[in-house]
């Protein structure tokens, strides 16, 4: 997995995600890191970010 980011679109101090992306895309809540994380395969991930550009 490649180092966490969250997106240029997040302002400082913001509730936010972020993303990890490499063989599985990862995601995690940046108040609670400490929770974990979600994993997707990368086809689901790219069907999730498909069908939100549609709405």
């Known amino acids: 997995m490649n180092d966490w980011h969250k ?3 997040s302002p400082n101090g ?3 995600v972020e993303v990890a992306e490499g063989v599985t ?3 995690r809540d940046t108040q609670n ?3 974990g994380h979600l ?3 990368a086809g689901e991930w ?3 970010v498909d069908s939100l550009k549609t709405c």
Request: hydrophobic share 45%; with cysteine; net charge negative.
């Open 33 to 35: 890191r400490e929770l």
């Open 25 to 27: 895309t990862a995601v």
């Open 46 to 48: 790219l069907a999730l």
């Open 7 to 9: 997106s240029s679109y």
């Open 14 to 16: 913001s509730n936010c």
């Open 39 to 41: 994993e997707f395969a």
